[in-house]
């Protein structure tokens, strides 16, 4: 009997983390958008990609066909003094169309202040040399991972 619980424990378990569901965050931009993503488990936030911001839906669609996401997490871009930044202009009408085009994945906002410097910094201690450096795709995969890890660290 007491075997039978615990594999009826793992079954149920096994279960949970299929249903819990990946969380992916975006560093929107006007150009590229930065792309990270939880394991099953929502622990780790990786880098995934940056795509082209005209091309991100159609890559969210192909995306979501395959991994179940739980949830979008966004950056809010603030002015120091905590004012929304002249950049959220760009993202509302994005949330908008995010919102509509997948109604059952809701949506969270982090404050993204500092998270191109952060990026960057990750850059240099990681060693990449200054042209790796210049890549403005892998600063906002590295902005989208730190934006996913402040939402993991603060939920």
């Not at 619980?5 to 378990?13: G, H, N, Q, V, W």
């Not at 005209?54 to 739980?70: D, R, S």
């Amino acid at each position: 009997m007491v075997k039978e619980r615990s594999y009826l424990r793992a079954f149920f378990l096994c279960n949970f983390v299929i249903i819990m569901g990946r969380i992916l965050a975006l560093d929107y931009g006007e150009k590229r958008t930065g792309v990270a993503i939880t394991d099953e488990l929502q622990i780790i936030a990786s880098g995934l990609t940056t795509v082209e911001t005209k091309e991100i839906f159609k890559f969210l669609h192909q995306y979501l066909k395959t991994e179940n996401v739980a949830l979008f997490v966004i950056g809010e871009p603030k002015q120091m003094d905590n004012q929304v930044s002249e950049s959220e202009a760009l993202i509302q009408p994005f949330l908008i169309k995010l919102q509509k085009q997948f109604p059952k994945v809701p949506i969270q906002r982090v404050d993204e202040r500092f998270t191109s410097k952060m990026a960057f910094q990750t850059m240099i201690d990681s060693g990449l040399n200054k042209k790796q450096r210049r890549n403005k795709a892998l600063i906002d995969e590295i902005s989208a991972t730190i934006i996913l890890q402040t939402y993991l660290q603060n939920k």
